[in-house]
């Protein structure tokens, strides 16, 4: 069932995403090859990995099997094994828009969990939501496994928001070994005051 704060109709919701995809294709995937997308299966995570999926063909050059879809499901260790099997240099993690931030975290860390049990080692791509819902990823950091699961990955972009400054930032991540975590920034996009508006009247549902 949709959960919203009641500020968005879901058809601007879905813009919202749409806005927010160009741009995670263009700065979150930039470099990468062959990427696997998992997003909750609903409406507004659908439609931010469809658009991400878009821009990134479109900007950087359609070919078959450059990006696949595997939803978020019950049994996310048979997904991660199908991950590995297709090959993916990067995993893109695209959810937290219309799901509860506790739900969010545990799908998170259920998600990292079977990735780690199915030996992948590529780059790990994350949404904001996704991010905020982990604290910050102090959540996943904390269980010692996890934290060097992390470690040993190729590579952790982020992409944060800021609409008051009307910017995407693109981030690698980088987790210390005591857990702690740091941004470094690699690329800014502007974006409109459209977008900007509609960021600010999104909220995710707690």
């Not at 160009?22 to 062959?34: A, D, E, M, P, T």
């Not at 299966?41 to 479109?58: K, Q």
């Not at 297709?86 to 931030?101: D, K, L, N, S, T």
């Not at 992409?159 to 980088?174: E, G, I, L, P, R």
Request: aromatic share 12%.
């Amino acid at each position: 069932m949709y959960a919203s704060s009641g500020k968005l109709s879901i058809g601007e919701e879905a813009y919202l995403r749409a806005l927010t995809g160009r741009l995670v294709g263009i700065g979150l995937f930039k470099g990468f090859n062959r990427i696997a997308v998992i997003p909750y299966p609903d409406r507004i995570c659908e439609s931010i990995a469809a658009a991400a999926a878009t821009a990134y063909l479109d900007t950087y050059g359609y070919g078959p099997g450059k990006v696949a879809f595997f939803d978020y499901t019950d049994n996310m260790d048979d997904v991660a094994k199908r991950i590995v099997a297709w090959g993916a240099e990067a995993v893109y993690i695209a959810f937290g828009g219309e799901q509860r931030m506790s739900d969010v975290a545990k799908m998170v860390l259920q998600t990292l969990k079977s990735l780690r049990s199915a030996n992948y080692r590529g780059s790990l791509l994350i949404h904001v939501r996704a991010w905020l819902a982990t604290k910050q990823f102090s959540t996943i950091t904390s269980d010692p496994d996890l934290r060097e699961y992390l470690r040993s990955l190729k590579e952790i972009r982020l992409f944060t928001a800021d609409a008051n400054s009307k910017k995407f930032f693109f981030h690698t991540v980088n987790v210390a070994p005591d857990g702690s975590v740091s941004l470094a920034k690699y690329m800014e996009i502007d974006i409109t005051d459209e977008h900007a508006n509609l960021l600010k009247l999104s909220l995710p549902p707690q």
